[in-house]
């Protein structure tokens, strides 16, 4: 699943990725590179993962097919995620007149969600410490299910609104928890690549997500009722699948389960030195010393404002009011049926999956910089065109849609792939899951305003005034980037903190 050169130039040299999920929740991990986020993302507390700074495994050893088909369990995780931020996108096209919403009332469907995935990324972290991680994986998908199926019986808005919240939660879990599990059980060669399976997963779960509304369009009545119930089978799946996926050697060695842990190390990765890996993670579960208090040090208040900061210009540059409402847009404002409307979005999740793995590609060839001043740049230059042309030919739609597809290719291989890296590598590994917890909330808090506004402010402003508003944050945003942030490429995680003390 893994397309791009995974040797990292940093610290050690163990060469292994973690998901972005991962590294807003552990402080100790002194050498990954996470995974870029498509639209949102999950807001954690520093968990004690016990993820040892040296290769879990023996490098170059042989990866089971037991770990590949876990793996690919807890991936239904991403994929569940990435699907219901299709649905959402199609399904509010119709939402509008069976319960008869206003622009207010519009907002709130994804809005509530977004609250619901904070709520449930917050509260996964405490559940997976004290239950495990197969507990929560199953509570995710269970969640879901129930929040799928609610949807699909709501016959009063108080009731979908609800249902959101139940999906919200499970959701919230699911990428938090996935990726973490994905990554502990994981050999140190490997880990990369199994983690990309949950991003790769959540990706195609929007592309696959916008074909199916697609496909369900046609239908006569209740179409929304039926995108909202195929979301539930990846649910499913993941709460089946736990039934014989094993616990977490990490969790298990924190619950002073040694030989359970060490059982299930040599069912992993059998042969491969699962004593001495026990031993690394237990010396890693005592070296967690970081504080939050330790982020306001003068040697870590510069990259402190410059993490708040990225966090928000990803989101506030708008991409999830694509995300989200691109299905209105087009029809409401670009003049196209709903059934094409929907169709754009096949076409905007195709654009999305492509250039992040374009990203991927050249995030360690080019530098952190270059993409993200690229993809700035060129989100501007697309929002104004698109801004111009709502002003100039309305009801254009198949014009309209180059300047989005341009829009949404910039973000997936600069801000999407490029700010996560950046976050990460800005902090030493024993106060970088405080400050990732600290960034991603921050971001929480942006995406969920974003939401909450953007069809008032076209009711307020136009969508071409609106547009052009998200042009200037993204010329401001470009502005500090190349003022303020550093290069990272090929620069050690000890070398950066030394810069800051200077």
């Not at 195709?350 to 080019?366: P, R, S």
Request: charged content about 15%; hydrophobic content about 50%; some cysteine.
């Amino acid at each position: 699943m893994r397309f791009f050169n995974q040797k990292e130039q940093v610290n050690d040299g163990t060469g292994y990725i973690i998901d972005k999920n991962m590294q807003a929740a552990r402080g100790n991990i002194r050498s990954e590179r996470p995974l870029p986020s498509t639209s949102t993302s999950t807001p954690v507390r520093s968990l004690h993962l016990g993820i040892s700074d040296g290769p879990m495994m023996e490098q170059g050893g042989k990866t089971s097919l037991f770990v590949v088909l876990a793996a690919t369990c807890a991936a239904a995780g991403g994929f569940t995620f990435g699907y219901d931020v299709a649905v959402i996108n199609g399904a509010l096209v119709f939402l509008g007149s069976a319960f008869q919403l206003g622009p207010v009332a519009t907002e709130m469907v994804p809005t509530v969600m977004l609250l619901g995935c904070a709520a449930g990324a917050a509260i996964a972290g405490w559940a997976s410490d004290r239950y495990g991680r197969r507990a929560v994986l199953f509570a995710a998908g269970f969640l879901f299910c129930a929040g799928a199926f609610s949807a699909v019986l709501a016959t009063h808005f108080w009731q979908l609104l609800l249902a959101r919240v139940l999906a919200g939660l499970g959701m919230g879990a699911a990428t938090l928890i996935a990726p973490l599990y994905i990554a502990e059980i994981s050999p140190a060669h490997t880990r990369g690549r199994l983690v990309t399976m949950n991003q790769l997963a959540l990706v195609s779960g929007i592309l696959i997500g916008f074909a199916i509304n697609y496909e369900l369009v046609h239908l006569p009545h209740a179409n929304w009722r039926w995108m909202f119930s195929i979301g539930a089978l990846p649910a499913v799946s993941l709460c089946i699948s736990t039934v014989w996926i094993p616990e977490s050697p990490r969790w298990l060695l924190q619950r002073g389960r040694r030989d359970r842990a060490l059982a299930v190390l040599e069912r992993l990765s059998p042969g491969n030195g699962a004593e001495s890996s026990l031993h690394e993670i237990s010396k890693a579960i005592q070296e967690e010393t970081g504080t939050y208090r330790e982020l306001l040090s003068p040697a870590l208040r510069k990259p402190m404002v410059i993490t708040i900061m990225l966090a928000i210009i990803q989101q506030v540059t708008g991409i999830n009011t694509v995300l989200y409402f691109g299905a209105i847009l087009f029809a409401e404002h670009a003049g196209a049926s709903a059934s094409q409307a929907i169709g754009m979005n096949i076409l905007v999740g195709a654009v999305n999956l492509a250039f992040t793995i374009v990203g991927l590609m050249l995030i360690d060839k080019l530098g952190r910089r270059p993409l993200l001043l690229a993809g700035t740049a060129g989100m501007g230059l697309c929002l104004l065109a698109f801004s111009i042309m709502l002003h100039t030919m309305p009801g254009r739609s198949a014009l309209l849609l180059v300047p989005v597809l341009g829009y949404v290719s910039c973000f997936a291989f600069g801000l999407g792939t490029a700010v996560w890296v950046c976050l990460a590598e800005l902090f030493p590994n024993r106060v970088r899951g405080r400050a990732m917890s600290i960034a991603t909330m921050m971001l929480w808090i942006t995406v969920s305003c974003v939401t909450a506004t953007f069809l008032s402010l076209i009711k307020a402003f136009s969508a071409s005034g609106v547009f052009l508003g998200y042009a200037v944050l993204c010329a401001a945003s470009f502005a500090f980037i190349f003022v303020r942030l550093p290069e990272t490429k090929n620069r050690t995680l000890e070398e950066i903190e030394a810069s800051w003390v200077k």
